[in-house]
């Protein structure tokens, strides 16, 4: 739990900085000072095809800007070898 704090406080951070509502109540808010979680491959591959989708419907020039980029996980995660989640509605 503490490692999706972490990396949803520093979400919240972003979403603050561009001036997007984000509810912090549900999460609490903290600094990374711990081991980062584990990130199967696959599930970092599905998130971010998910993410270039939304953006391609919601900021076009931004999704042509990261189309081609190759994602870097946020330093909370570890990545490791994995197959997308069991839980993912469509993996």
Do not use: N
């Amino acid at each position: 739990m503490a490692a999706l704090d972490c990396y949803l406080s520093r979400v919240l951070d972003e979403a603050l900085a561009r001036g997007y509502h984000f509810d912090r109540s549900k999460i609490r808010y903290r600094r990374c000072r711990h081991a980062p979680a584990r990130l199967a491959a696959g599930q970092l591959a599905y998130e971010w095809k998910h993410l270039l989708a939304k953006l391609a419907v919601r900021d076009p020039i931004r999704w042509k800007a990261e189309r081609r980029r190759r994602v870097q996980p946020h330093t909370c995660f570890r990545v490791v070898p994995g197959a997308v989640a069991a839980w993912e509605r469509s993996a």
